[in-house]
């Protein structure tokens, strides 16, 4: 897993966040590891490890799914 793509995240609280957030972003192709560092009511960071590039719009498309927002930077 060479590629770490380093996302920002709001909205979430607790460990059932963390764990949703997981599970969305496990599910597209190509990610082999996600990491949370959870902020709880803060921008969290959640870094997804893979090999090859990923599709940065499912990316953010997985995080929605899961009930919580991507921010900019
Ligand atoms: Mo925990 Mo997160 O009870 O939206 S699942 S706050």
Redesign the pocket.
């Known amino acids: 897993s060479a590629i770490n793509e380093e996302l920002l995240v709001t ?7 963390v764990a ?1 957030v997981r599970e969305e972003l496990s599910e597209i192709d190509g990610v082999e590891a996600v990491s949370v560092d959870l902020v709880a009511g803060g921008t969290s960071h959640v870094t997804v490890h893979s090999a090859t590039p990923l599709d940065d719009d499912a990316l953010t498309a997985a995080i929605e799914e899961a ?2 927002t991507r921010v900019s930077a």
């Open positions: 909205g979430m609280t607790c460990a059932h966040c949703s009930g919580y």
